[in-house]
């Protein structure tokens, strides 16, 4: 299994300012993800880190909002930018083991934006 | 569009029942899938994974995996108050990408 980590775990931000959360995963893994969950709500895919290059986002979210990094194997990162009350979340990351495939999330990051 | 549906619940059973909680997909290129179980304010935790069609057992836990009928289950047996949680149902594709596809999860409340 993979063990994730995050941080910040929480956080009050003002609104128009950026939050960066940062991902670790303690093995190789193959594929790494943002999901965003509103209390109560689903789980919403934001977009698939990629080793190297861009990530691929899902419709709704683009990189001007949500840019993302992911400089190696093990670690990413998600800025939420120009913050506005409606993002207002709990920021989750995830990663697929790389022996099993099997998906492990991180404790999330609880956002509260002003 | 490839989809993964629950009943959002509540399912309410008493403690020491047998829970039963379902998913269908609609993906027939869903090759592997999970069952994972949210507690309030936490995030996400894997408990079980199935790949191939029957059942699979791990302790109080049984999946059951049916493709012919896209259908999955998860039974948890002997249910205790601590089992209540929203249980979310995944799949994926093999091979290629992997871009899971998450149910809405159901409610499970074990009542003593």
């Known amino acids: 299994s993979a063990v994730i980590s995050q941080k910040p775990s929480r956080d009050i931000c003002q609104r128009g300012t950026s939050l960066t959360i940062q991902c670790q995963v303690d093995s190789q893994v193959t594929m790494m993800f943002w999901y965003r969950q509103q209390p109560g709500q689903s789980l919403t895919l934001i977009a698939t880190a990629n080793q190297g290059s861009e990530a691929t986002y899902e419709s709704g979210f683009v990189i001007d909002k949500f840019p993302i990094s992911r400089p190696n194997l093990t670690f990413s990162t998600l800025t939420v930018s120009n913050m506005s009350p409606e993002d207002s979340s709990i920021y989750l990351c995830s990663a697929v083991d790389r022996a099993m495939g099997e998906q492990y999330f991180g404790p999330g990051t609880r956002l509260t934006v002003t | 569009q490839k989809e993964v549906e629950q009943n959002s619940g509540p399912l309410s059973v008493p403690e020491g029942a047998i829970a039963s909680l379902n998913c269908t997909y609609s993906d027939r290129g869903s090759q592997s899938f999970f069952w994972y179980r949210q507690y309030s304010g936490k995030s996400p935790e894997l408990i079980m994974s199935i790949y191939s069609n029957g059942d699979k057992e791990d302790g109080r836990f049984t999946a059951q995996l049916n493709k012919a009928s896209q259908y999955v289950s998860l039974l948890i047996r002997d249910s205790q108050p601590s089992d209540s949680a929203t249980y979310l149902c995944?799949?994926?594709?093999?091979?290629?990408?992997?871009?899971?596809?998450f149910g809405r999860g159901t409610s499970l409340i074990v009542h003593p």
């Open positions: 995944a799949g994926s594709s093999s091979g290629g990408s992997y871009i899971p596809t």
